[in-house]
């Protein structure tokens, strides 16, 4: 009862009982895009809506989907990408929890020595796979966006003494070519605009540790802990979460490029630190098969780079007969102060959404012919 007469107050106002700065469900926002729908809001009226709208769950491929059949149009479908992007690294809806109990201590570690075999295995026979990456670039369009010309090129972002609303929308699309070695990914080409990379500094194309590296490691440093039960495209998944410090880390935070002061100057200067790590893994309980794993760089409020948290979703490639587990989708958040250690250290801030997906995988001798 109490639920209907919420969805008639929605029905009957055009908008959502919940205030604009609540946190809600997928399904609360499923329920306002019908309302509008009814209401007959335009394209930039549901737009504008969903901008000021802040998930407290993942939204799923499936419920974007959904979403997408419910949109009146490109801005309104931008948002909901936009939305997909910020809360990738959330929990699921509860219909996407298994309520089952907890395997025990035995069954737990079982599951874990398992991935760890998998991941080393899987790792181990990649040998220079090559595939394009299709990335979707997500940044800033600030209602009240500054401009300053520091060290001579202009940046540009919010300035956080004022508090101004940030309006995420999509900036850019392009292709980066990588290659995967022994499990570590590195971009060997792009077709990424170069003036993108001047808006912000930008992560480095160095390779990034392997998944089995980074797990053997969780696993030794004693700090993985059963989680949850999720299903994720059918499948039941057992996650764990992790943590570990930087001491013994293989992850490398790798931004170029920053304004430093060496005491008498500014000059600019890469931005680079070995950094700890928490997160989480998704595993299929029976083959120890890793099908996803989310990998949140622990940075200080006062680094140049303030947050680097990746997703990445596994799938299978088969090349020349062999199947291989590779990355088949990306989502990367990181926040950057654009300003470095210039005298607008803390105002300039810089954040960013990338969503990949990869594709045509061959051999590297392959690629080349």
């Given amino acids: 009862m109490k639920r209907f007469l919420w969805i008639l107050v929605v029905l009957m106002t055009g908008a959502p009982a919940w205030a604009a700065s609540d946190k809600v469900t997928v399904q609360q926002l499923k329920d306002l895009l019908v309302s509008m729908k009814q209401g007959k809001k335009t394209d930039e009226e549901v737009s504008t809506r969903i901008k000021e709208i802040e998930l407290s769950e993942e939204l799923t491929a499936t419920e974007k989907s959904n979403l997408m059949f419910a949109s009146p149009g490109p801005?309104?479908?931008?948002?909901?990408?936009?939305?997909?992007?910020?809360?990738?690294?959330?929990?699921?809806?509860?219909s996407d929890l298994p309520d089952l109990p907890a395997p025990d201590d035995a069954a737990q570690k079982v599951i874990l020595d398992r991935a760890i075999g998998f991941a080393a295995k899987n790792d181990q026979l990649i040998s220079r796979l090559t595939a394009s990456k299709a990335v979707a670039h997500y940044g800033h369009v600030n209602e009240f966006n500054r401009w300053g010309n520091y060290g001579g090129v202009q940046q540009g972002g919010i300035v956080r003494d004022r508090g101004d609303r940030t309006i995420m929308a999509l900036t850019s699309k392009y292709v980066d070519t990588i290659e995967i070695n022994q499990g570590k990914e590195k971009v060997s080409g792009s077709t990424i605009d170069p003036h993108l990379r001047h808006t912000s500094p930008w992560a480095e194309d160095g390779p990034k540790p392997a998944l089995s590296s980074i797990m053997s490691k969780a696993v030794e440093s004693g700090n993985v802990r059963w989680l949850r039960w999720e299903t994720i495209n059918g499948t039941k998944t057992a996650v764990f979460s992790f943590a570990m410090n930087k001491k013994g880390s293989p992850y490398v935070v790798d931004y170029c490029c920053f304004l430093t002061s060496n005491g008498f100057a500014f000059?600019?200067?890469?931005?680079?630190?070995?950094?700890?790590?928490?997160?989480?893994?998704?595993?299929?309980?029976?083959?120890?098969?890793?099908?996803?794993?989310?990998?949140?760089?622990?940075?200080?409020?006062?680094?140049?780079?303030?947050?680097?948290?990746?997703?990445?979703?596994?799938?299978?490639?088969?090349?020349?007969?062999?199947?291989?587990?590779?990355?088949?989708?990306?989502?990367?958040?990181?926040?950057?102060?654009?300003?470095?250690?210039?005298?607008?250290?803390?105002?300039i801030l810089r954040e960013t959404f990338l969503v990949a997906s990869y594709a045509n995988y061959h051999t590297a001798e392959a690629a080349k012919k």
């Avoid at 801005?75 to 509860?94: D, F, H, K």
């Fill in 267 to 347: 000059e600019w200067g890469p931005f680079k630190k070995t950094v700890g790590l928490h997160g989480e893994f998704f595993i299929e309980p029976d083959s120890g098969t890793t099908l996803r794993d989310v990998i949140q760089a622990e940075l200080s409020p006062t680094d140049s780079v303030e947050q680097e948290d990746t997703r990445v979703d596994y799938g299978t490639a088969t090349v020349d007969g062999k199947t291989y587990v590779v990355p088949v989708n990306s989502y990367t958040h990181s926040e950057v102060d654009a300003a470095g250690d210039s005298q607008a250290k803390g105002v």
């Fill in 75 to 94: 801005l309104t479908s931008e948002q909901i990408c936009v939305l997909e992007a910020r809360n990738s690294m959330l929990a699921p809806p509860s």
